[in-house]
């Protein structure tokens, strides 16, 4: 943590304790009887995309368009695209592996696998049910959970609160796709955006003050037509002009409510992790949340639009680049169909 955030955090507590704060004066540790509440955060991270790697001028080939178009307009170079005989449970185990690995944990001890993914392996069972049977996580509860592009927010939202309340020690989130399946590859409108790939974390209780100190989540059905998987059809439908405006406009309500609830201020946040869709939407989140382009992690040049698996990439990618510190503020940004959207707002404490 900087000195400076140090500083002026502790003023705010001060002044105007956040909601966690003062849950955590009340409630009793239940098997200690002292006075304080859990906090869970990320302690391992990993991530995994297919070798195979599908370029603008690939594309070119296949429809009318160039690299300059995508370049200018989405920010994408290339995608990754995952082999026909590659699952989707197949990448979120290879992700998953590195995220134990890095956390020092065994497949055994995880409590609860949560999945989230908008290409799962089939309808049911549940993508989670095949990890967990991959993984040999004999311990582990599995389900999935679905909110498109912003599940992995929403799953980071879930899974930790298994952790706070006790219910887990050990939960695995994952963010899997293979979703270069549900791409028309005749609609040059939609398939110069999505690539496959998977990343998962670890989330156990931390230290008191650290991890998740605020989430938010939210939704609205009435916008789900403009971006879809139709029923009678297979593949992404999208209305990409309303799409854009609807995530320009909820990234910055989303993070706003996040870290009002944190207690913490933009000039806050150490690193803007947000769904990687676009580069302008991502300039434009970060122009309006007046955050500095060294605070924001973009990496959609090399993978395109992952939709689940896009905030633990990036954020894998963050640790592995040895910038995020113990104690940095991150906040995350998610949105996608359904409509969906939501926030994290996590102090990083996995130790370097
Ligand atoms: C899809 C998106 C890149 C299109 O960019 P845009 O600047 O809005 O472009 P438009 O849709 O207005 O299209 C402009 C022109 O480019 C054309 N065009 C569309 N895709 C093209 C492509 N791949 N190559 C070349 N031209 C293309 C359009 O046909 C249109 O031509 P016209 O003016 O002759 O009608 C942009 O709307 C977007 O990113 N939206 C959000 C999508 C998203 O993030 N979805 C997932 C959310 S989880």
New binding site residues.
Partial sequence: MTPEVTKRQSKQKKKKPSPMYKLGSKLKDRATGRKEMVWAGITGIGSYVPPKVLTNDDLSKM????DE??VA??GISERHIAADTVLTSDLAVRAAKKALKSAGKNPEDVDMIIVTSASPDQIWPSTACHVQAKLGAVNASAFDLQA??AGFVYALTVGSQFVETRRAECVLVIGAETISRLVDWTD???C??FGDAAGAVVLERVEFGYGFMASFTGADGTGADL?EVPADDKFIK?N??E??KF?ARVSLDAATKALKQAGLHREDVDFFVP?Q??A??TEAAAKRLKLPPEKVVSNIVNYG?T?TASIPLALDELWRSGRLKYGNIVLTVG???GLTWGANVIRWAKKS
């Fill in positions: 429809v009318d368009t160039t178009w995508i307009r989405t498109a592009c040059r409108g939609t110069v955006l971006l999208m990409g002009n799409v854009y995530a769904h869709a676009n302008r939407i639009n939709s949105f996608g169909a």
